[in-house]
T-cell receptor, first 110, second 116 residues
Framework: QQPVQSPQAVILREGEDAVINCSSS?????VHWYRQKHGEAPVFLMI?????EQKGHEKISASFNEKKQQSSLYLTASQLSYSGTYFCGTPWNTGNQFYFGTGTSLTVIP | DGGITQSPKYLFRKEGQNVTLSCEQN?????MYWYRQDPGQGLRLIYYSQIVNDFQKGDIAEGYSVSREKKESFPLTVTSAQKNPTAFYLC???????????????FGSGTRLTVV
């Protein structure tokens, strides 16, 4: 039931780009993205409500392909502050059970 | 400022003890949630509540109990029946049940529970 994210971990140098994918075995009605710093609570980044929707948040943007049941998070010109674990999340059906993805650890080094 | 307050930040439990984790929000959110996170793992849903005096089990509810007597409060009790309770516990809330609106989750700062 849990969405699967790829890659599991990635290391970038400052200024490099990264893509994090989130795939579901079931239909996606909406997709959330969160970032969690080590030892802290996850922080909401953005939500995509419609298939094909794309959103941006500073240099972080995301797309949602409803037909393929997947979403991708794009980080461009990465900064040290982008380091953390990124989670996608989605409700099953239109109910209120909400599942977070498996997580992607992203480390940006100087 | 509005937000979610979890307490305590660190909690130590002896074998056979019940402990209660506090979660209070002043965001006027309808829905509240409890998640468990193990080291290097994702978040797993324990319980959630959309309305006062009503709550539903998540995937790993065994050994846990909750109450929702007030809209602002959603305490979690870790009972002695939970055999492996050492984990990071996160409380969250949202304006609408997720999936029906444009609002994400707001999380508390978490409680780290350790069995001693």
């Amino acid at each position: 039931q849990q969405p699967v994210q790829s890659p599991q971990a990635v290391i970038l140098r400052e200024g490099e780009d990264a893509v994090i994918n989130c795939s579901s075995s079931k239909a996606l009605y909406s997709v959330h993205w969160y970032r969690q710093k080590h030892g802290e609570a996850p922080v909401f980044l953005m939500i995509l409500l419609k298939g094909g929707e794309q959103k941006g948040h500073e240099k972080i943007s995301a797309s949602f392909n409803e037909k393929k049941q997947q979403s991708s998070l794009y980080l461009t010109a990465s900064q040290l502050s982008y380091s953390g674990t990124y989670f996608c999340g989605t409700p099953w059906n239109t109910g209120n059970q909400f599942y977070f993805g498996t997580g992607t650890s992203l480390t940006v080094i100087p | 400022d509005g937000g979610i307050t979890q307490s305590p930040k660190y909690l130590f439990r002896k074998e056979g003890q019940n402990v209660t984790l506090s979660c209070e929000q002043n965001l006027n959110h309808d829905a509240m949630y409890w998640y468990r996170q193990d080291p290097g793992q994702g978040l797993r849903l324990i319980y959630y509540s959309q309305i006062v005096n009503d709550f539903q089990k998540g995937d790993i509810a065994e050994g846990y109990s909750v109450s929702r007597e007030k809209k602002e409060s959603f305490p979690l009790t870790v009972t002695s029946a939970q055999k492996n309770p050492t984990a990071f516990y996160l409380c969250a809330s949202s304006m609408l049940p997720t999936g029906q609106g444009s609002y994400g989750y707001t999380f508390g700062s978490g409680t780290r529970l350790t069995v001693v």
